[in-house]
């Protein structure tokens, strides 16, 4: 198994930049730095071919090898479809079993929120995402 990509600022920016080459993606402007010398940040958005947009911020500890804080949201045009965060929401049974990581959706997509279980803090979430995107831009006829 190839070592995970986030224990350096180096390794994680090959590792985007590779990620980012995908055929149905457009165009890319995000970008990875440090912000100390154990901390980087990853921000910018993913464009799609199928019309979807994803923007994304991570920050992230070289050190542990983690993610430690994201928001991941996904764009139409100008109408957010969903996103995913990790504030916890510890009094909502519902989002236990993934918890603090969850899904905002439609209705009432600030307080409609399900279970993430393909996001996680130990890996990188972007290739679970980029799959979701482009199986949304599918199912959507984008």
């Known amino acids: 198994m190839a070592a995970s990509p986030l224990h350096s600022l180096s390794s994680y920016s090959r590792y985007l930049a590779k990620l980012f080459d ?3 993606i457009e165009t890319s402007t ?3 730095w440090s912000d100390s010398p154990y901390t980087g940040i990853a921000e910018g958005e993913v464009f799609f071919f ?3 947009r994803l923007r994304m911020r991570e920050e992230i500890d070289f050190d542990a090898g983690i993610i430690t804080s994201y928001g991941y949201e996904v764009y139409q045009g ?3 479809l969903y996103w995913y965060d990790d504030f916890p929401h510890p009094n909502d049974p ?3 079993s993934t918890m603090p990581h ?3 959706i439609p209705p009432d997509i600030k307080h409609h929120r399900i279970p993430a279980p393909g996001i996680s803090f130990d890996r990188p979430n972007l290739p679970f995402l980029l799959q979701e995107i482009e199986e949304v831009g ?3 006829g984008s």
């Open 78 to 80: 100008e109408e957010r």
């Open 94 to 96: 519902t989002l236990a």
């Open 138 to 140: 599918t199912n959507t």
């Open 22 to 24: 995908l055929p149905g």
């Open 102 to 104: 969850h899904k905002h």
């Open 50 to 52: 199928n019309g979807l």
């Open 30 to 32: 995000v970008a990875a």
